[in-house]
C-alpha cells in the first residue's frame, strides 16, 4: 500500500503562483511514477505533469507546459508542482497519484493505482 498526502492548494489571483506538494508513504517499488492530474467541475480528469522516479523523466499536459514545473526530492519521497502564470481556467482540484512498478509515465489516469485526497485550486480572474 501506498499513500500520498497532498498540501498546498488555495486561491490565487490569474498570473499568480502556487506549489503543491504531495508526499508518499508506505511500499514504494524502486520504479515508479509520481503524477499530478486535475479535474475541473463537468470535465474529465486531466494529465498535468509525471515524473519518472527512477530515470529522473518529466512529462507535462500541453495546458501547462512551460508554466508548471514538476519536482521532487528524494530523500522526503516528496513531489512538488510548481504552476506559475496561473490562468482561470487551471481552477480545478488537483490529484497527486502513483503508478507503482512503471518506468516511463501514462499520461491515463485509469494507469495509476494510488491517489491522493485531492487539493483545490482556484484561480480569480
Known amino acids: 500500500q501506498v499513500q500520498l498526502v497532498e498540501s498546498g492548494g488555495g486561491l490565487v489571483q490569474a498570473g499568480g503562483s502556487l506549489r503543491l506538494s504531495c508526499a508518499a508513504s508506505?511500499?514504494?517499488?524502486?520504479?515508479?511514477?509520481m503524477g499530478w492530474f486535475r479535474q475541473a467541475p463537468g470535465k474529465e480528469r486531466e494529465f498535468v505533469a509525471a515524473?519518472?522516479?527512477?530515470?529522473?523523466?518529466?512529462y507535462y499536459g500541453d495546458s501547462v507546459k512551460g508554466r508548471f514545473t514538476i519536482s521532487r526530492d528524494d530523500a522526503k519521497n516528496t513531489v512538488y508542482l510548481q504552476m506559475n502564470t496561473l490562468k482561470p481556467e487551471d481552477t480545478a482540484v488537483y490529484y497527486c497519484?502513483?503508478?507503482?512498478?512503471?518506468?516511463?509515465?501514462?499520461?491515463?489516469?485509469?494507469?495509476?493505482?494510488?491517489w491522493g485526497q485531492g487539493t483545490q485550486v482556484t484561480v480569480s480572474s
Open positions: 497519484a502513483s503508478d507503482q512498478g512503471r518506468v516511463v509515465a501514462s499520461r491515463n489516469a485509469n494507469e495509476y493505482d494510488y
Open positions: 508506505g511500499r514504494l517499488f524502486s520504479n515508479y511514477v
Open positions: 515524473i519518472s522516479w527512477s530515470i529522473g523523466h518529466l
